[in-house]
């Protein structure tokens, strides 16, 4: 991935030398990703850093994590929406307009890996679907929120394969608007080549 646009406060810089099969998430101090169904806070900066490193790139998520999108949002735009579902004639109905239904997640990223953009994948969720793509990626940006709020929904663990990379910031953190403190983690395995986030 070449150097992104933004300001310091918020640029991801990364430089890889293989295909991306990436993971992107945000989570609590306590790895918690989300409840009920959607994300438990708002953090519009989070946002953005996710249409940034997304975008241009085929996206695969499990159908609940398609549903937490609002109606107006999906398909994201700009990228191909891969969903994997076991629920059958799912793809056939209103609710999945715009996506590409596959029932493995196999299909899934292969499908992607085709797609325009396809030398980048990011598999955006939800537990599940982390579980059963962490082997097949080697990447991983991580949004840590300096919050502790419950969820039903955790971040998947990672083992001793994967190393921390780098921040944004190096140390403490950024501020939103909102007054959340947030930073920007990138962990990586095997020999990807990188440029820490400044």
Not at 88 to 112: I, R
Not at 120 to 137: N, R, S, T, Y
Not at 144 to 162: F, L, Y
Request: net charge negative; aromatic share 10%; with cysteine.
């Amino acid at each position: 991935m070449s150097p992104q646009p933004g300001s310091p406060r918020q640029r991801a810089v990364f430089r890889f030398t293989q295909p991306i099969v990436g993971m992107i998430w945000a989570q609590t101090n306590q790895g918690v990703i989300g409840a009920d169904g959607g994300m438990p806070w708002h953090l519009p900066e989070d946002l953005a850093h996710f249409k940034r490193i997304t975008g241009g790139h085929p996206v695969v998520m499990g159908r609940k994590t398609w549903d937490s999108f609002p109606a107006k949002y999906r398909p994201l735009p700009g990228r191909t929406n891969i969903v994997v579902t076991r629920q059958p004639g799912w793809g056939s109905t209103p609710e999945a307009g715009g996506a590409v239904v596959l029932d493995s997640l196999d299909q899934a990223l292969v499908e992607a890996q085709l797609s325009p953009g396809g030398d980048e994948v990011w598999v955006l969720g939800g537990g599940q679907i982390f579980a059963q793509a962490m082997d097949d990626c080697n990447v991983a940006v991580v949004t840590v929120i300096n919050t502790d709020v419950p969820g039903d929904t955790q971040a998947p663990v990672m083992g001793p394969e994967w190393m921390f990379r780098g921040a944004t910031p190096k140390e403490g953190w950024h501020t939103s608007a909102n007054g959340t403190e947030y930073r920007f983690t990138l962990w990586a395995r095997g020999e990807t080549e990188f440029e820490a986030p400044e």
